[in-house]
């Protein structure tokens, strides 16, 4: 999505939210289609093949439905909803006693390498598609939710942190830290197959 285009999107859901508050009903239902697939997705992405996400993406709509009214618009409304998101997702694991590192603040402060670049070029080769799909599902929840929000979403580092609730440079450290699981999943086995992906 190319700035023109988050701009768009953020005057489109900006006049929904606001014909919503002005009473017209038809207005959510929009900003539902926006979003139903992003947050069932990103859901995947923090708690993996989880057979609630279902019932959890309907909690986060429910969320969503009754704070509408307390969304001041100091952040776009999708980095708002995917913080909202990720809190649904937390009270989720630690209701099942399961809370996990998922959602804690340390990582290594470090740049992203150039290196990264090469990477993320592969995600724009329709052929190894499917092979990138495997790498990327076997990494962390960690890792896939930094890297949907990144590289699917385009949000910023700061967004990100806002909707992740965590520093910028931990936003940083854990891309980077993703970038490198998912190169070492993607370099081809000694011996391997010289069409491998690059990395």
Known sequence: MDLRDKKELTLLENNLVSRFLGGEADAFARLVDLYKDKIHQFILCLLGPDRESEDIAQEVFIQIY?????????????TWAYALTRNVCRRRLRDRG???GLFAEKDEDREPPDRALSVEKTFEREEDGQRVR??????????????FLSCWERLSY??????????????????????AALAKKLKPAPGGNENELPV
């Open 134 to 147: 495997a790498a990327i599902d076997g990494l962390s929840p960690l890792h896939r939710s930094v890297l």
């Open 98 to 100: 399961r809370e996990s």
């Open 66 to 78: 009754k704070s509408l009214g307390g969304f001041r618009r100091e952040s776009a409304f999708g």
């Open 158 to 179: 700061e967004e990100i942190a806002a909707a992740l609730d965590i520093p910028v440079g931990t936003v940083r450290s854990r891309i980077h830290n993703a970038m």
